[in-house]
């Protein structure tokens, strides 16, 4: 009977490590997971809480055998957690089952299981409230950061050790029970403190880093969109110059009396003013108070200028936005824009409007419709991998769709009719 509670006491350390990792394992490691809580299981029956320490360190060596071949610090770090809380929950049990076994003699006999029922019953109270308050779902993201996982590594293996040194005293002067349930429970309590403390902080961290990513892909996409716009009236300027330099010369070539090099360069001046011409309603976008926002509408209209798609643009009054567009938005507009000009082509006449209107209560609206040749599966639009294109290449609207979801104070509508497919982005005014 001493036995199967050893074992099932070393099952607790893989019971909380599968909980742990989040994404759950596999049977078959769940099924080496038990072969080990047999073998370990029959050393802490002879050995005693010693077997904590070489459980640790046969798993530490473990682990630095394998990162040679694959990364496992994020395993090494949840699997010495789920350690960390047995030790725990183990010493914590067997102060109480000691003092119930004090305080009602009939139970002396039943110590051991008395310690096991109060280990799993801590087990099972600590896996409810962190699936209640999803706090490991939430760190995840921060233990993809190598510093970190080193950093809370190192903290959990100072305090392993620190209780395992405590245990081995009050086992070694023979205390008295009341004696060790203040030393471990205040220690332990200071050990679960220190460590939620620590991953609040790294909380935030993890916050104001996002908000510092945030802050410098702005930056970096305000000097893209100052590159575009020079390089647009660079442009428009060669573009000037450009005609104004064929038509000087069309003066020459019409009075050199040949009739075949007036027929060519009358070939090259009409393709060239085909090719260099601007489309007059472009420059409406100087009316875009945004500078990322104008940049990505000039660049995408320029790209379906020179895919022969008939571009109408509908902005007569100035557009601001309440607030700086993101670059998440940037990144929606974008997959709008791109999905618009692929339907687009396929049609007889291709063809894109873009409208954008401003209203007096902050709020602002962009408007993207295009034509179609066939008419895309409405009810399918979002599903990862649909497209009209082939298989596993419709990821843009599915993406769209997340990313409007991360989005407070932006609404996305999408309709469609048997001609025409419109995207309704609403930039509202935050509260």
Same mark, same amino acid.
């Not at 051991?112 to 962190?130: E, H, K």
């Given at each position: 009977?001493?036995?199967?509670?050893?074992?099932?006491?070393?099952?607790?350390?893989?019971?909380? !490590?599968?909980?742990?990792?989040?994404?759950?394992?596999?049977?078959?490691? &769940?099924?080496?997971?038990?072969?080990?809580?047999?073998?370990?299981?029959?050393?802490?029956l002879?050995?005693? &809480?010693?077997?904590?320490?070489?459980?640790?360190?046969?798993?530490?060596?473990?682990?630095?055998?394998?990162?040679?071949?694959?990364?496992?610090?994020?395993?090494?770090?949840?699997?010495?957690?789920?350690?960390?809380?047995?030790?725990?929950?183990?010493?914590?049990?067997?102060?109480f089952?000691?003092?119930?076994?004090?305080l009602?003699?009939?139970?002396?006999?039943?110590?051991?299981?008395?310690?096991?029922?109060?280990?799993?019953?801590?087990?099972?109270?600590?896996?409810?409230?962190?699936? *209640?308050?999803?706090?490991?779902?939430?760190?995840?993201?921060?233990?993809?950061?190598v510093?970190?996982?080193?950093?809370?590594?190192?903290?959990?293996?100072?305090?392993?050790?620190?209780?395992?040194?405590?245990l081995? $005293?009050?086992?070694?002067?023979?205390?008295?029970?009341?004696s060790?349930?203040?030393?471990?429970?205040?220690?332990?309590?200071?050990?679960?403190?220190?460590?939620?403390?620590?991953?609040?902080?790294?909380?935030?961290?993890?916050?104001?880093?996002?908000?510092?990513? !945030?802050?410098?892909?702005?930056?970096?996409?305000?000097?893209?969109?100052?590159?575009?716009?020079?390089?647009?009236?660079?442009l428009?300027?060669?573009?000037?110059?450009?005609?104004?330099?064929?038509?000087?010369?069309?003066? *020459?070539?019409?009075?050199?009396?040949?009739?075949?090099?007036?027929?060519?360069?009358?070939?090259?001046?009409?393709n060239?003013?085909?090719?260099?011409?601007?489309?007059?309603q472009? !420059?409406?976008?100087?009316?875009?108070?945004?500078?990322?926002?104008?940049?990505?509408?000039?660049?995408?209209?320029?790209?379906?200028?020179?895919?022969?798609?008939?571009?109408?643009?509908? $902005?007569?009054?100035?557009?601001?936005?309440?607030?700086?567009?993101?670059?998440?938005?940037?990144?929606?507009?974008?997959?709008?824009?791109?999905? !618009?000009?692929?339907?687009?082509?396929?049609?007889?006449?291709?063809?894109?409007?873009?409208?954008?209107?401003? *209203?007096?209560?902050?709020?602002?609206?962009?408007?993207?419709?295009?034509?179609?040749?066939?008419?895309?599966?409405?009810?399918?639009?979002?599903?990862?991998?649909?497209?009209?294109?082939?298989?596993?290449?419709?990821?843009?609207?599915?993406?769209?769709?997340?990313?409007?979801?991360?989005?407070?104070?932006?609404?996305?509508?999408?309709?469609?009719?048997?001609?025409?497919?419109?995207?309704?982005?609403?930039?509202?005014?935050?509260?």
């Open positions: 009977m001493n036995w199967i509670i050893s074992c099932l006491l070393i099952l607790g350390v893989y019971l909380l !490590a599968d909980y742990i990792a989040v994404e759950r394992r596999t049977w078959r490691i &769940r099924g080496y997971a038990i072969l080990l809580s047999l073998l370990f299981g029959s050393l802490l002879f050995w005693g &809480r010693i077997v904590f320490v070489l459980l640790l360190l046969c798993y530490l060596s473990y682990y630095v055998l394998q990162q040679k071949k694959r990364p496992v610090l994020t395993e090494l770090v949840k699997f010495c957690s789920a350690l960390s809380l047995q030790l725990i929950f183990v010493s914590l049990a067997t102060i089952a000691v003092a119930s076994g004090k009602w003699p009939a139970l002396t006999d039943y110590t051991n299981i008395i310690s096991l029922m109060i280990d799993y019953g801590l087990i099972g109270g600590f896996i409810i409230l962190l699936h *209640y308050l999803k706090i490991f779902a939430a760190i995840t993201s921060i233990f993809r950061q510093q970190v996982q080193k950093y809370f590594l190192a903290l959990l293996l100072i305090c392993f050790s620190a209780l395992s040194a405590l081995w $005293l009050i086992d070694f002067y023979q205390l008295n029970t009341a060790r349930s203040l030393l471990v429970a205040g220690f332990s309590s200071l050990i679960l403190l220190t460590a939620f403390i620590f991953v609040y902080f790294l909380k935030i961290f993890n916050l104001r880093n996002e908000q510092l990513v !945030a802050q410098r892909d702005y930056q970096n996409l305000l000097v893209y969109a100052q590159a575009i716009e020079k390089n647009d009236r660079t428009r300027k060669f573009k000037h110059d450009q005609q104004n330099i064929l038509l000087s010369l069309q003066t *020459y070539v019409n009075e050199s009396q040949q009739p075949e090099l007036q027929q060519y360069f009358q070939q090259i001046l009409d060239a003013n085909a090719q260099l011409q601007v489309a007059p472009f !420059a409406n976008l100087d009316l875009i108070a945004d500078k990322p926002l104008r940049s990505i509408l000039l660049q995408k209209l320029a790209q379906a200028q020179q895919d022969a798609v008939t571009v109408k643009l509908e $902005l007569t009054k100035p557009f601001a936005l309440a607030a700086p567009i993101s670059v998440a938005q940037i990144r929606m507009l974008g997959i709008i824009l791109d999905n !618009a000009l692929e339907a687009a082509k396929s049609a007889t006449t291709p063809a894109v409007q873009v409208a954008l209107f401003s *209203y007096p209560n902050g709020d602002a609206e962009l408007i993207v419709a295009n034509n179609f040749a066939t008419a895309p599966n409405f009810g399918h639009l979002f599903d990862y991998g649909y497209s009209q294109k082939g298989t596993e290449r419709g990821t843009g609207l599915a993406s769209l769709r997340e990313l409007a979801e991360q989005q407070p104070n932006l609404l996305l509508d999408i309709s469609q009719t048997a001609t025409e497919f419109r995207v309704i982005l609403t930039f509202m005014e935050a509260n």
